[in-house]
């Protein structure tokens, strides 16, 4: 059954129960392989090349995999892959057989341990194409990131319960050593039943492949591709460096002497160290893509392979197992980008054939690794060349295998989803980067929740990053979105010069119901594309508000050319709603360069009764003529608080003598609503002053306010307002008014 046909209620069901199946799965695992194999082996006597052999056994034992697709082939899927499971757990009752063994036969008891190691592992990789092949079926693929995360954060919960358990119970006295790794045993038998009946649980019709002809073949037919084979080799990487790593279990043991217990404890902190990892990384891989973080994981692991090294055998071992944690920490993340990489290389057609080459050439290459160094350790070449101690030559591969696949990944991965490799750095070397990054995952995760995503699209906005520039690109191309309209304002408010296209689009789109919003935001673009969008808009559409927006956004960057007609049509004494009057308004103020609106300013503010409509005109005036505090600090107080703003307004205003001078009669008159004493004194203050340009046109608009037969409160605060700015820029020896 094809990913495609199964429902969201199928493949959320199933979900549901492979989530569960990877939980137990993993604390199964961790008792019966892993850390804990490698100290049973430690305990019965083995080898370095026995202990290689164990710690490869894993990864060698997909050299049956080929074996699935023939043995299994047509199979249910489900039901195969529980058998597989049970028999895994079975082959875990010999481990305890080896345990039981005398020591006079401790040959014996290596090869049980050998043996039951063996079967396990064969039954894990004969499964391991049918669990890729799940994870296919389940995982659509525009969530496979999200959901491959999410998986590899419940394995790492799954690690850290068990390890913890593991060190609780070794700490006891009386479990320190075999007992306590035999109750392992018994656990992970039983964690590893379950497990497989929740795989029981998922319902789909998937069966396993047979394999057509060669099998080699689906590979090959793969590897024509450059991803293709990059990602197999540094899978293939992978694997050795795990087995590596795997190799500090035996260094605690033998260099530094340490207690099972303590090095249950260092699995706990790799375990945390990567749950931390696995969470941290969810944030970055949608934005920087698996190449670039697989490079700077891989540098970390060749830095700290040299350390482990160069390392000295009377290292302490506290020190010793910070390193290891770091390590086992970079190789985990470089595990979990190569198993994104490998998801999107899986072909949809053949797919178990492809996996089940690709792992048996893994085990070739696990068991390689494996059994060479173990023998390099046995032998002591470490010695013969020098090193620091037994294990060097082993960690010294490893960062030559780091090194081989970093080159890989640099000059043969391609990742067409990735960013520029200058913008993903960013996000390692820049704050800003960084916290855009945990912006866009706040985004995802609150988009089902309206008023919190409102709020981080807002500090999405603010911010300047080139991330957060492709988050608002992706979010314009939406047909529908709750925020949209806020989006396409913010743009205004914080220009992006490379959206400036999708504002024209948006702008041109005659039904598009954001198009007044697109309009605005082009006020903030100058340019000849723009002006051509907005004259159109202007010269053919038919709505009065929206030829007014079209016309201020031209204003706004630079263009003139349409003053008079719309001085003409601001007193024409046509019906005008009140955003479009203010929006002439605001036009008219900007292009007119000379000022020769500002005679007409109180002629402007009462062309509407609303005392509201009156107080945004003078604010507007106030803020582009400038002013600290500005008209609608005043103004506000006033709403307030009666003769609060009026207070204020004179208690700023007496720092110039001519006001200082007059106090009592101007709080008494603005009191007593002698409204034209205060605009004649206004007058007669500005009147002596050679004012010229926009200032004498200023001092026009304030003396003709006295003409009005009933002028309000506002307009005579603001008269008085303009009068001290006048004042307070004349004697400051300014010709002329900045723009606010």
């Not at 790492?156 to 119970?169: D, S, Y």
């Not at 806020?486 to 504002?503: A, G, H, M, T, V």
Request: hydrophobic share 45%.
């Amino acid at each position: 059954m094809a990913t495609s046909d199964l429902s969201r209620q199928d493949r959320s069901r199933g979900l549901y129960y492979y989530y569960r199946h990877v939980f137990l799965n993993e604390i199964g695992f961790t008792f019966l392989a892993d850390y804990a194999i490698i100290l049973l082996g430690i305990c019965l006597g083995a080898t370095n090349t026995q202990l290689g052999f164990l710690i490869s056994a894993m990864s060698a034992a997909g050299l049956v995999i080929l074996l699935a697709p023939i043995l299994f082939g047509g199979l249910r899927l489900i039901r195969t892959y529980v058998l597989l499971w049970f028999l895994r757990g079975l082959c875990g009752t010999l481990y305890l057989t080896a345990i039981f063994i005398p020591d006079r036969f401790s040959d014996w008891r290596i090869i049980f341990l050998l043996a039951g190691y063996c079967g396990f592992a064969i039954c894990h990789n004969l499964s391991w194409p049918m669990k890729q092949t799940l994870e296919k079926s389940l995982i659509v693929t525009g969530e496979c990131g999200a959901i491959q995360n999410h998986i590899g954060n419940i394995m790492n919960r799954g690690k850290l319960a068990a390890v913890t358990c593991c060190f609780i119970l070794l700490s006891i006295p009386v479990f320190t050593g075999q007992r306590g790794l035999m109750l392992l045993c018994i656990a992970g038998i039983t964690a590893n039943t379950l497990s497989a009946w929740m795989l029981s649980r998922i319902r789909i019709n998937e069966r396993v492949e047979s394999v057509s002809g060669n099998a080699f073949r689906s590979l090959l037919e793969n590897f024509r591709y450059r991803n293709t084979i990059a990602t197999a080799l540094l899978y293939w990487g992978s694997l050795v460096l795990m087995i590596a790593l795997y190799f500090l279990i035996p260094t605690f043991d033998k260099v530094s002497d340490l207690p099972f217990n303590r090095i249950f404890a260092y699995s706990i902190a790799t375990a945390a160290a990567l749950a931390a990892a696995g969470y941290g990384m969810r944030k970055f891989t949608t934005k920087l893509g698996n190449k670039t973080l697989l490079v700077f994981a891989l540098l970390a692991v060749m830095a700290i392979g040299l350390l482990l090294t160069a390392m000295p055998s009377y290292t302490h071992w506290g020190f010793l197992m910070l390193t290891g944690t770091v390590a086992i920490m970079t190789t985990g993340l470089v595990s979990m980008l190569i198993s994104r990489l490998l998801q999107e290389c899986i072909p949809s057609v053949n797919k178990m054939g492809f996996t089940s080459i690709l792992n048996f050439f893994g085990a070739i290459a696990a068991v390689t690794a494996g059994y060479g160094f173990g023998k390099a350790a046995d032998l002591e070449i470490s010695a013969i060349i020098r090193l620091p101690h037994t294990y060097s030559i082993v960690f010294a591969g490893m960062t030559t295998v780091a090194f081989l696949m970093l080159l890989c990944a640099m000059f043969i991965l391609r990742e067409s989803s990735s960013p520029q490799d200058e913008s993903a750095g960013q996000l390692f070397f820049w704050p800003d980067s960084l916290k855009s990054a945990l912006l866009m995952d706040s985004l995802r995760e609150n988009a089902r929740k309206p008023e919190l995503e409102k709020l981080v699209l807002t500090q999405v906005t603010m911010s300047t990053s080139g991330l957060d520039t492709e988050e608002i690109r992706r979010r314009l191309k939406s047909p529908l979105m709750r925020v949209k309209e806020d989006l396409i304002n913010s743009l205004f408010f914080c220009p992006r010069p490379e959206l400036k296209q999708e504002l024209i689009e948006e702008a041109a789109d005659t039904e598009s119901w954001w198009r007044k919003a697109a309009v605005f935001a082009l006020g903030a673009y100058p340019g000849t594309d723009t002006e051509k969008t907005l004259f159109r808009i202007y010269n053919e559409e038919s709505s009065p508000y929206l030829k007014s927006l079209a016309a201020s956004s031209l204003a706004r960057i630079g263009n003139c050319e349409l003053l008079e007609e719309l001085r003409a049509k601001l007193f024409s004494h046509t019906e005008l709603d009140v955003e479009t009057t203010l929006n002439l308004i605001v036009a008219i103020s900007l292009m007119d360069k000379e000022g020769t609106h500002l005679s007409e300013m109180f002629k402007i503010s009462n062309l509407c009764s609303s005392a509201k409509f009156r107080q945004h005109v003078l604010v507007l005036f106030s803020r582009r003529l400038g002013g600290d505090p500005g008209m609608d600090h005043f103004l506000y107080l006033e709403n307030l608080e009666q003769y609060k703003g009026v207070d204020e307004l004179i208690g700023e205003i007496i720092s110039i003598p001519e006001f200082c001078s007059a106090l009592p009669q101007l709080k008494s008159s603005f009191r007593s609503a002698n409204h034209a004493y205060l605009l004649q004194w206004c007058h007669n203050l500005l009147e002596p002053l050679p004012l010229t340009g926009s200032l004498a046109y200023l001092r026009q608009g304030i003396g003709q306010l006295r003409e009005h037969q009933h002028p309000s409160k506002d307009d005579t605060m603001a008269a008085v307002f303009f009068t001290w700015l006048l004042l307070n820029r004349y004697h400051a020896g300014q010709g002329c008014f900045g723009r606010g």
